[in-house]
């Protein structure tokens, strides 16, 4: 916005410049020609009346060269037997004969400049005057006063054209601050606000900005607290859960269950307090491998019961990953509970971990039937009467932290699902 500001200032102000010196310019160069033709006429009125006395007594030559003195060059004298006095110049004198019959003055533009021929009248006799001013003469000054006229337009064009580049910085400043803060907002950055104080047109887009900022931060706000109160809810039914748990007369289911309900019950209390921050932890690490093999020995029960190959294959020790150990578990149950969900008794599973070009990433396949319809990989739809979130939870996981998902068909049959992290 700003160089559009100044190239319309550098257009316009040109524009008017040249507008006003081309006039003024041909005005220049029509002065210097009046003021050279004046000169001119001056010069053979003074000679003519200088003359007349000299042919009132005595018309020879000697007597009127003598009473003219030097003369310049262009400046001449034409007696009646057409001997001149003076140096002409090239092309001069064709007007003699003209002044000298018609016993009147003569001016014209003739091939190299101006030329008058005055004739001076005596007893008997006619002697003419002739005074030629060249072209040179005639433009004497105007190349000058050209390159004064074009280093003032040039001066009035940079000085507009600067004058247009301050006050489209002190426009285009106020728009960069309120773009600035759009950024901030964008990249979730709730404080960011725009203090713009001109224009007034800036000035109620900022407020109108602040307000739809203030906004968003009380809606997330809201929403935060609604899904903090909502997983908090979930502990009354937990804590049911627990004191029926606690009535299993054996030992081994009972403590089973607690431990189940002590896991879901820690899961709801980071749920809480991931809702109700604004951010996750800084700096939060978990080991991949680590998670994963914990993970898999939690389900590696479950498949046992039915049957299933279980085979966990572990390629990237000491990667780390950049969120909390609860998030990697949260994935790994995700996807590997889909493969429960989604599948038969006996359909075996496989679980991977590796780096590839400095990337690691979490592999689980299946045996099964495959997506069919990779759709299924949308929020909220599911194919087996579920939420239809576990995939894009995922999904979602791996995005925060730069990676992605990739979802597919095994050539031998089943699905696979790869999660690559930032």
């Not at 257009?11 to 041909?26: C, I, Q, Y």
């Amino acid at each position: 916005m700003r160089k559009r500001l100044a190239l319309v200032a550098l257009a316009t102000t040109t524009l008017v410049v040249l507008t006003f010196l081309m006039p003024l310019g041909l005005l220049v160069r029509r002065q210097a020609e009046d003021r050279a033709r004046v000169e001119a006429e001056r010069e053979a009125q003074a000679i003519a009346s200088l003359i007349a006395l000299t042919v009132a007594d005595d018309t020879a030559p000697e007597a009127i060269e003598t009473a003219l003195g030097p003369t310049q060059q262009g400046t001449i004298v034409v007696l009646p037997d057409d001997s001149v006095i003076g140096e002409p110049n090239q092309g001069q004198g064709s007007l003699v004969e003209s002044a000298r019959q018609d016993q009147a003055t003569i001016t014209a533009v003739i091939d190299g400049g101006w030329e008058i021929a005055l004739p001076v009248i005596g007893q008997d006799v006619v002697v003419v005057v002739d005074v030629m001013t060249t072209n040179a003469e005639l433009t004497d000054g105007v190349t000058e006063s050209w390159l004064l006229l074009g280093l003032l337009g040039i001066v009035v064009v940079a000085a507009a054209v600067w004058v247009a580049d301050r006050l489209g910085r002190s426009m285009v400043q106020p728009i960069r601050e309120l773009e600035d803060a759009a950024h901030r907002l964008g990249g979730g950055d709730l404080t960011a606000r725009a203090e713009v104080g001109e224009p007034r047109e800036l000035a109620e887009v900022a407020d109108a900005f602040n307000t739809l900022a203030s906004r968003l931060d009380e809606l997330l706000r809201e929403e935060r607290e609604s899904v903090a109160d909502l997983s908090h809810r979930l502990r009354t039914p937990l804590t049911a859960l627990r004191l029926r748990a606690e009535t299993l007369r054996a030992d081994t289911e009972r403590e089973e269950t607690i431990a189940l309900v002590d896991r879901l019950e820690h899961s709801i209390d980071q749920l809480i307090v991931a809702a109700r921050s604004d951010r996750g932890a800084v700096g939060a690490r978990s080991d991949l491998d680590g998670v994963v093999s914990q993970r898999s020995e939690f389900w590696r029960v479950l498949a046992n019961e039915e049957t299933r190959a279980f085979d966990i294959a572990l390629g990237a020790p000491s990667v780390e990953l950049g969120f909390e150990s609860s998030e990697l578990e949260a994935v790994v149950d995700a996807l590997i509970g889909n493969v429960f969900s989604h599948t038969e008794a006996g359909i075996p599973i496989w679980i991977s971990t590796g780096v590839t070009d400095g990337r690691p990433w979490l592999e689980v396949a299946d045996g099964g039937n495959g997506f069919g319809d990779l759709a299924l990989v949308e929020r909220g739809i599911s194919g087996g009467g579920s939420t239809g979130l576990g995939l894009d939870i995922v999904r979602r996981t791996a995005e925060s932290t730069g990676g992605s998902l990739e979802v597919d068909d095994r050539p031998g049959g089943g699905a696979v699902v790869r999660i690559w992290f930032g």
